[in-house]
């Protein structure tokens, strides 16, 4: 700001300011107020503080650690506050050995998400901050169109939407931010209002044909099961289709629109479920395939088909309340293994209402080394 005066501060000072509620650091002669910024330090918040109150230009620097970009430095230039009195230099230098440590009181950092805990994932993200850091997607405008027109690579694209933001608020971000936004929404109970009618009347019709309660329990538990194995298959090979997406903006705004949102965006409780005109066009293929399998039956197909159904909206209520409720005990640890797959890692822990089919691929999921700390 012109005609601004900047104070000048002892090493001293610059060193008492080193905590979470007061973060200065120095560069040279610099000093930095960057306690708006530890949470939102893409490595975490917990790689500022370890040198909070010291000098950080050697570490800055560090090719072996982290050398920072200029845009890193275009961001500190706005929480420049002033300057070392002359001939201080702040205490403390930053070394090389400490800055992966990745792990304080706050807890480990992980270096795919840049997050510690499923607390995080609640943390509101900064809008501004978050897009002059990364230039990736400004949460304050439509993000469908920022996709559509972007040259974003399909590394840079995985590479962001695998690291969670939050929503102000408790809402959600704009998708198309015209008619279509409503249509890119759906509440929790919306899924079994629409379907359960549905599948209590295919099970009556398909339970009457058969004629035989036993058979027609058998079949419908049949088609339970099945869906168990669907979820599985569909949210490992379908939704996290990461390393087969094509590189271009229609096969990444595809993958965005299908999953994608839901890793970047992962608390918004308004694209949870699955709206039901998409349920439509991934259900069609199964109903061909049950009458395919079980041609020789009409019935047992739709029998199939509606345990089917039952079981994918289990699954859709399941996934919300991993989300966002408080659950009973078995519950609590599969909220515990699902959140884990947003905030540690995304490459496995596919099973949401339980962990049998990750098991059997072994694709269970055990939460891995934090950043920089070493296997136990």
Request: hydrophobic share 40%; net charge negative; charged share 20%.
């Amino acid at each position: 700001m012109p005609g601004r005066v900047l104070p000048a501060f002892t090493a001293a000072e610059v060193a008492a300011h080193n905590s979470a509620k007061s973060c200065y650091i120095a560069i040279g002669q610099k000093v930095y107020d960057v306690t708006e910024f530890v949470d939102d330090h893409p490595g975490g918040g917990d790689l500022i503080l370890d040198y909070a109150g010291k000098d950080v230009e050697e570490i800055m620097k560090d090719e072996i650690s982290h050398e920072h970009t200029e845009a890193a430095y275009e961001i500190l230039d706005d929480y420049h506050i002033g300057f070392l009195t002359p001939g201080a230099g702040a205490s403390g230098k930053a070394t090389s050995t400490a800055v992966d440590a990745g792990v304080s009181d706050a807890g480990p950092v992980y270096a795919t998400t840049g997050m510690s805990k499923e607390e995080d994932l609640s943390v509101e993200t900064n809008y501004n901050q978050d897009f002059k850091t990364h230039k990736f997607l400004d949460l304050n405008k439509p993000l469908f169109a920022q996709l559509w027109y972007s040259n974003f690579s399909k590394a840079f694209y995985l590479e962001q939407i695998h690291r969670p933001r939050h929503y102000k608020g408790g809402q959600s971000a704009p998708l198309f931010g015209n008619f279509l936004e409503p249509l890119s929404k759906t509440a929790w109970y919306i899924v079994p209002m629409i379907w359960l009618p549905p599948v209590v009347y295919g099970t009556m019709v398909g339970a009457a044909g058969l004629g035989d309660p036993i058979a027609a329990a058998a079949y419908w538990i049949g088609g339970v099961c099945l869906w168990s194995l669907i979820e599985y298959l569909m949210h490992r090979f379908l939704f996290h289709v990461d390393h087969w997406l094509p590189d271009n903006s229609v096969g990444l705004t595809l993958h965005f629109l299908l999953h994608g949102i839901h890793h970047y965006l992962p608390m918004d409780k308004y694209r949870l479920v699955m709206p039901p005109s998409l349920f439509i066009i991934l259900a069609a293929p199964f109903w061909k395939l049950a009458h395919t399998v079980f041609f020789y039956n009409w019935f047992a197909a739709v029998q199939v088909f509606c345990g089917g159904v039952f079981g994918y909206i289990c699954y859709d209520l399941t996934h919300y309340f991993l989300h966002h409720r408080n659950l009973p005990l078995y519950y609590k640890e599969l909220k515990k293994y699902h959140l884990q797959h947003h905030y540690a890692d995304f490459e496995n822990g596919f099973g949401v209402t339980s962990r049998f089919w990750d098991r059997v691929f072994g694709t269970e999921l055990e939460a891995p080394p934090p950043k920089g700390s070493k296997a136990q």
